[in-house]
């Protein structure tokens, strides 16, 4: 309670200090859209943490452009509708980049926000920066100049998933559980289709879909998984929906495999350490805290001295750290330079490796990570909410080869 106290006052401080003051007036104003109540508040409170300890970074090395950063903290509830409120706030604020991340359908309505604002109001455009909303219509048919996304779509992560695992042949029953929303849909709808492709001998016996964020006791699906003699699950769940799936998991002594996207948002780790499911869980993801990186180890140990907190966002690194950069190169937040000069762009990534953010369609590649979660060796140093257990890399893959087509046909200005 004392954090989302917190992360709302920062977010009405920064709104206020926006009227009247010349200082203010200068700086460059990130707005923040995501959940810092409800049942999304704890993704979203992390999320707050990695944006303003990026926002101090930046600044400590003088901002970009001259320039200091400023952020503008805005809870939408996971809620399109209010997502739109806190947006046109933001625009009257003086922002004129927003980040989100949290929830596709919150996205969309965002990134439609955004590009029709933009039509009717040339000079004031608005970028939209999408740090986790992976639902990958939004660098296809829905895809525009204004949204720029760092986080590996849904289909780029169940290819890497599925590549994975048609080379496990003790895989052979698999029940899918998603949340019934654009991004749950998206993930059953690439597992059925790859499955299929890569290994036609494994069964799906279960596809089930749920609320988002309003199960509390997630036991009567798990007795539906035990029921149907599943050995592997699949699941996009984020937030209280995995770590309540696994909790029920746990309680129900259920012994699978889980192939997951999000096992280490707030309350996973702990949640998959009570199923005593040693390695047995498995996560798709763009970076861990046990890669052996010097530079972002030493990130990662000054995040959590700050925060008490693991880096669940490598991808907001690169995104914030990206942004700095092109607004350094052309001079300015000038809406067409700026996105112009991300197009393309080529970065060294916060885990280290090459990433691009591809012209057509605005959608950042970069290594990504499939890792299990267990006991700890010698050369794997974090562990997660201290159950002594931590990450490890089974399989890295470079960015060109999680390379996906796109359908994008991007209108650009002028």
Not at 42 to 57: A, M, N, P, R
Not at 137 to 165: G, P, Q
Not at 214 to 226: E, G, L, Q, R, V
Not at 314 to 341: C, E, H, W
């Amino acid at each position: 309670m004392k954090t989302r106290l917190i992360a709302a006052a920062v977010g009405i401080a920064a709104l206020v200090s926006t009227s009247g003051f010349s200082v203010a007036q200068e700086t460059i104003k990130i707005a923040f859209i995501d959940p810092l109540s409800g049942p999304g508040a704890t993704v979203g409170e992390i999320g707050l943490k990695t944006f303003q300890y990026l926002i101090d970074e930046l600044n400590a090395k003088g901002g970009a452009a001259n320039r200091k950063f400023e952020l503008l903290a805005l809870d939408n509830k996971v809620n399109p509708q209010e997502s739109l409120v806190q947006l046109q706030k933001a625009v009257d604020a003086g922002a004129r980049i927003v980040t989100q991340g949290n929830g596709s359908s919150v996205a969309a309505a965002i990134a439609d926000w955004v590009a029709k604002f933009n039509d009717r109001n040339p000079g004031k455009e608005v970028l939209y920066l999408n740090y986790a909303a992976v639902d990958p219509v939004l660098t296809n048919d829905k895809c525009t100049f204004s949204h720029f996304r760092w986080d590996a779509n849904s289909d780029i992560k169940m290819e890497a998933l599925t590549n994975y695992m048609k080379g496990k042949p003790e895989i052979k029953k698999v029940y899918l559980i998603n949340q019934d929303y654009s991004f749950g849909h998206a993930v059953r709808g690439a597992a059925v289709a790859m499955l299929k492709a890569k290994r036609p001998d494994i069964q799906i016996v279960g596809d089930e879909l749920h609320p988002l964020l309003k199960i509390t006791d997630f036991a009567p699906y798990i007795a539906k998984i035990k029921a149907s003699g599943a050995d592997t699950v699949i699941t996009g769940n984020w937030s209280q929906d995995f770590a309540l799936l696994l909790k029920a998991a746990a309680d129900a002594g259920l012994q699978v495999d889980w192939y997951t996207y999000y096992a280490s948002g707030a309350g996973g780790p702990t949640a998959v350490k009570q199923t005593g499911l040693n390695h047995r869980v498995f996560a798709i993801q763009e970076g861990s805290a046990n890669i052996p990186h010097a530079p972002s180890q030493a990130t990662e140990k000054a995040f959590r001295d700050k925060y008490g907190v693991g880096i669940f966002y490598p991808r907001a690194f690169n995104q914030m750290r990206m942004l700095a950069a092109a607004i350094n190169k052309v001079g300015s937040t000038d809406y067409a330079k700026l996105g112009a000069a991300l197009e393309d762009m080529k970065f060294d990534v916060f885990t280290g490796g090459d990433g691009f953010m591809r012209r057509e369609d605005h959608q950042f590649f970069q290594p990504m990570y499939i890792v299990s979660f267990g006991e700890r060796g010698a050369a794997e140093p974090f562990d997660e909410e201290k159950t002594g257990w931590g990450w490890r890399t089974v399989a890295r893959l470079v960015a060109q080869d999680t390379l996906v087509p796109t359908t994008c046909k991007m209108k650009r200005p002028g």
